[in-house]
C-alpha cells in the first residue's frame, strides 16, 4: 500500500508537544535511532491527520526533535502477533525440528514501548531469565481477512525493529510453564515489545527478505542475520494468520528473532538491570532501550 510518509517518527517537540512527521535524513544517514543515541540534531516535517495509514498528510512545516518516541502508540496497535521458531539458525540453536506451519503467540497493545523507555522487569521475571529477541516488525496498513499470499504485501504500511523480551523460566520450566513452552504470559508483560525508531514504508523496502539484524548487549553483538533465513517469509506470516481471522490496521507482526539468544548459549548470558539492548535492522535504524528491574 501507498502511504503519504516514506518514513515516519513519533517526537516531542521543543514546545514539549508530541508530533509526527516524516525525518529529514539521506539515504546514506537515514538511521534517526542512532542519530538521536549520538545526540545529533534530527529535524522533521509535520505530518497531520487523524490516522497515519489514511488520511496523513505530510507538511511543510518543519520542527527540531527535542525527544524521539516509538512510532506507533498503544491505541493504534489492536494487537502484536507473534512467530516463534522463525529463523533457521535461531531452531537449530534450540535443538527443534522446523515447524510445519509458523507457531504464532500474542502480545496484547500494553506491551508496547517507545525507543528509549526503559523495559519494567517486574521481580518475577527477573533472576537468570530476562532476555532479548531483536526481530523485524511487520507493521499492517488496511483491514484484511483470507489475504492471498500474492497479495500480503499490498497490505503492509511499513516496517520497524522491534525486541520480543522474553522471561525464560516462565517460558520454559515445567515448574512454571508446565508440560509446554508458555509464550503469551513470559512474553506479554507491559512493555516487553518496544518499537523503534522509526516505521518505513513498504514504499521503501519493497522486499523485506533483503535485509540483515543486528542485536547488541551494552554494545556486545548478539545477533547478526540476513532476514532471507526466515523460514516463513513475510507473505507466508500475512497469509496464513488471516486465514478466517480478521487482521486490523495497525497490527504488529513480529516475525521472529533469529540465533544468538542468550537461552541459546552454553552459559547463557541473560539481561540484567540497565543493560542496554539495540536492534538495528538496515533501512530501518536502532532500536535501544534499557531494562529496568523493578
Not at 219 to 227: F, K, N, P, S
Request: hydrophobic fraction near 35%.
Amino acid at each position: 500500500m501507498t502511504t503519504a510518509w516514506k518514513r515516519l517518527i513519533r517526537f516531542v517537540a521543543h514546545d514539549d508537544k508530541i508530533y509526527r512527521g516524516e525525518p529529514l535524513v539521506s539515504d546514506a544517514e537515514y538511521d534517526v535511532g542512532k542519530l538521536a543515541l549520538q545526540g545529533k540534531t534530527i529535524k522533521a516535517k509535520v505530518i497531520e491527520g487523524g490516522n497515519i495509514f489514511g488520511d496523513a498528510v505530510v507538511t511543510e512545516k518543519v520542527l527540531e526533535v527535542k525527544k524521539l518516541l516509538g512510532p506507533l502508540t498503544e491505541e493504534e496497535v489492536p494487537i502484536i502477533k507473534c512467530v516463534g521458531l522463525n529463523y533457521m539458525k535461531h531452531i537449530q540453536e534450540g535443538g527443534r525440528t522446523p515447524p510445519p506451519y509458523p507457531s504464532i503467540f500474542y502480545k496484547p497493545r500494553f506491551a508496547v514501548a517507545d525507543f528509549g523507555e526503559p523495559i519494567p522487569i517486574p521481580k518475577i521475571a527477573q533472576e537468570n531469565q530476562c532476555d532479548y529477541e531483536g526481530e523485524l516488525c511487520v507493521v499492517i496498513g488496511k483491514t484484511g481477512k483470507d489475504i492471498k499470499e500474492e497479495d500480503a504485501l499490498s497490505y503492509v504500511a511499513g516496517y520497524v525493529s522491534g525486541n520480543d523480551v522474553s522471561a525464560r523460566t516462565w517460558q520454559r520450566d515445567p515448574k512454571h510453564a508446565g508440560g509446554v513452552p508458555q509464550w503469551c504470559f513470559s512474553k506479554s508483560f507491559d512493555k516487553y515489545a518496544p518499537l523503534g525508531p522509526q516505521l518505513v514504508s513498504s514504499q521503501v523496502i519493497s522486499d523485506p527478505a533483503t535485509l540483515h539484524l543486528t542485536t547488541r548487549v551494552n554494545g556486545e553483538v548478539r545477533q547478526d542475520t540476513d532476514t532471507d533465513d526466515l523460514l516463513f517469509n513475510v507473505p507466508k506470516i500475512i497469509a496464513f494468520i488471516s486465514q478466517s481471522t480478521t487482521l486490523e490496521q495497525g497490527t504488529v507482526i513480529m516475525t521472529g528473532t533469529p540465533s544468538g539468544v542468550a537461552m541459546g548459549m552454553k552459559v547463557p548470558k541473560y539481561l540484567k538491570n540497565g543493560d542496554e539492548v539495540e536492534v538495528e535492522i538496515t533501512q530501518i535504524g536502532t532500536l535501544s532501550n534499557k531494562m529496568d528491574f523493578v
